[in-house]
């Protein structure tokens, strides 16, 4: 079974709906991130938790929400999508109280298509 | 303004021959370096990582190269194969503030390997 886990893995919606984008992870990590990605443009950080308590906006915050439900679960919502929200959605999960490169751990991704 | 930059969108090569991906950044306050590599509708997958206190790591047949006066990493894939055809992540991570952990993507660079 996967470690990191995404629902749904496709969806197509239509501007003014509200969306919710869910991540779950059995790899017991305190981290968790979300990420889009668009064609040429790399992963931008939209929000990320250090732990249930603890939620930070990323560089690409504005138009999303987070809840961070339990240490395993992490969800994404659009309040209101809009078209140029269309993209790739990850989730990633990070230990950091184990050291090293801390290095992250992704979700299989959730493709979004706003009409 | 771009922390990590992957230069070229592109590369091909063929099977049996090195692969060079390059990376570079400008915060000398990334402690560690990342590579990911990413299939088609799949999620990003941790390959290898250096730490910024070493100029090289190897596994297998990757090795990175840190060259911190030049704030210029690279990826050498040798002998490079099919099944490394993918898109690969360049990615540092921040040391310092309440950031402290998360990672810059780079935008990406295309590998493609030829039979």
């Known amino acids: 079974d996967a470690d990191v886990t995404q629902t749904p893995r496709n969806r197509i919606t239509k501007t003014g709906k509200r969306i919710m984008l869910e991540c779950s992870q059995t790899?017991?990590?305190?981290?968790m991130y979300w990420y889009r990605q668009d064609p040429g443009l790399g992963l931008q950080l939209i929000y990320y938790?250090?732990?249930?308590?603890?939620?930070n906006k990323g560089e690409i915050s504005d138009g999303y929400s987070v809840s961070r439900q339990a240490q395993a679960k992490f969800s994404l919502s659009l309040e209101s999508a809009i078209p140029n929200q269309t993209a790739l959605y990850f989730c990633?999960?990070?230990?950091?109280?184990?050291?090293?490169?801390?290095?992250?751990?992704f979700g299989p991704g959730t493709r979004l298509t706003v009409l | 303004d771009q922390q990590v930059k992957q230069n070229s969108p592109s590369l091909s090569v063929q099977e049996g021959r090195i692969s060079i991906l390059n990376c570079d950044y400008t915060n000398s306050m990334f402690d560690y370096f990342l590579w990911y590599k990413k299939y088609p509708a799949e999620g990003p997958t941790f390959l290898i990582s250096i730490s910024s206190i070493k100029d090289k790591n190897e596994d297998g047949r990757f090795t990175v190269f840190l060259n911190k006066s030049a704030k210029h990493l690279s990826l050498h894939i040798v002998p490079s194969q099919p099944g490394d055809s993918a898109v690969y992540f360049c990615a540092a991570r921040l040391n310092y503030g309440g950031s402290q952990g998360n990672l810059i993507f780079g935008k990406g660079t295309k590998l493609s390997v030829k039979p």
């Open positions: 990633a999960t990070s230990d950091w109280t184990s050291g090293g490169a801390g290095e992250q751990f």
């Open positions: 938790s250090f732990d249930v308590k603890d939620i």
């Open positions: 790899k017991g990590h305190d981290r």
